[in-house]
């Protein structure tokens, strides 16, 4: 399977001041599983539909291989892609959806056959292949589009949002079957969502978009460990990362009663950009309960999710004079009530410090 690079890829709408998609830079390994996330609007599907070749590139280009694809129709570019709405034909067979592809491409009906039963019997279809759509669920229909895609053959695997119609339940077992079978398969695939804990879950690595730039690519580990900027540190992770303007101060900053620890080449790097004071960062599984005595930042209880194993805390703090949200999680055995204070200082070694003026990580 081959490599997909993005060079410096732009696609600008006719009547837009700004790109929809700026310059974006990405090298995709052979038979990698790349997910492309971020919100509404931040370029991911269009990024796509340019790789697929339903959408101009108006500047730098795209190849797949060693193949310049940048200006190639899509039927040229030996490309699957499997849509939200799966696209199935009401009218046919799963079979015959599955193999409809291969038809127009004049394959001789045994080849098309076999190849529709071997697909079936990695997606368990086998006993569905002469139904029609509607008599199937929302998840085989969502494995239908799919086999549709690996009876091509196709060297590169595009999937925009294929799971965000299923119910909950069954996207995670379908997410799941999904990266299954790209391991299995090996064949290289870009993968849409706006769903983080997908994008998580599912990638082999992970590149995240807002307004049309790349922000961060990589492995969703590195990324939840060490995001490259405030962006990122508020989008990866659920419930999202707690950040706090906190002033500078010898040794540290200052966080409630407590002075916490950061790494020199922080406080170095907000002297170097003239910050006074530094946004902290802090996952709500490495905030601390502690008791009273003057020690961390003191916590409302708002609300409280119970969640059996564990529980989040949804709480108020005063910081600076201000009231700030912030998320702690407790043991599921020891929830408290709402309108309890508690006390919160961040576990050691688990903090990240971010620009105030420029937003980006100002340690490794």
Do not use: W
């Not at 291989?65 to 199935?88: C, E, W």
């Not at 929302?138 to 799919?146: L, P, S």
């Not at 599912?202 to 962006?231: E, I």
């Not at 790494?263 to 599984?285: F, N, Y």
Request: neutral net charge; glycine residues 10%.
């Amino acid at each position: 399977m081959p490599t997909v690079t993005f060079d410096k890829a732009t696609r600008l709408y006719p009547g837009g001041q700004k790109p929809a998609v700026d310059a974006l830079d990405l090298d995709i390994a052979d038979g990698e599983f790349l997910v492309l996330v971020g919100p509404s609007g931040c370029g991911k599907s269009t990024s796509l539909r340019m790789l697929a070749g339903l959408e101009d590139v108006n500047g730098g280009a795209i190849r797949i291989g060693d193949r310049d694809v940048t200006y190639l129709p899509p039927k040229d570019r030996n490309i699957a892609m499997v849509f939200q709405n799966y696209a199935l034909y009401p009218h046919m067979t799963v079979a015959d959806n599955m193999g409809f592809a291969l038809k127009i491409a004049g394959v001789n009906k045994a080849e098309i056959r076999k190849k529709v039963e071997e697909a079936g019997k990695i997606l368990d279809l086998t006993e569905y292949l002469d139904r029609k759509p509607k008599a199937l669920s929302g998840g085989q229909r969502q494995r239908v589009a799919m086999g549709r895609a690996i009876v091509r053959e196709p060297q590169v695997f595009l999937m925009d949002e294929p799971l965000s119609n299923l119910d909950a339940k069954l996207r995670v077992q379908t997410r799941t079957q999904i990266a299954s079978l790209q391991r299995r398969l090996g064949i290289t695939t870009v993968y849409v969502t706006h769903d983080q804990v997908e994008a998580m879950t599912m990638g082999d690595r992970v590149a995240v978009l807002k307004d049309g730039l790349l922000q961060q690519v990589d492995s969703p580990r590195n990324m939840y460990d060490r995001p490259a900027n405030l962006f990122v540190a508020g989008f990866i992770g659920s419930p999202a990362m707690n950040l706090i303007e906190v002033p500078l101060v010898d040794g540290g900053v200052k966080f409630g009663d407590s002075l916490i620890e950061v790494p020199r080449t922080a406080i170095a790097g907000a002297a170097d950009a003239g910050d006074r004071t530094v946004t902290l960062g802090v996952r709500p599984e490495h905030l601390d309960l502690v008791s009273e005595g003057g020690r961390g930042l003191a916590v409302t209880v708002n609300v409280v999710e119970e969640l059996g194993a564990d529980g989040y805390v949804y709480g108020s703090v005063n910081v600076g004079g201000e009231t700030r949200d912030l998320v702690v999680r407790v043991s599921g055995r020891d929830v408290p009530r709402k309108g309890e204070v508690l006390h919160v200082v961040p576990r050691p070694g688990e903090t990240h410090v971010f620009s105030t003026s420029t937003g980006l990580r100002l340690h490794d």
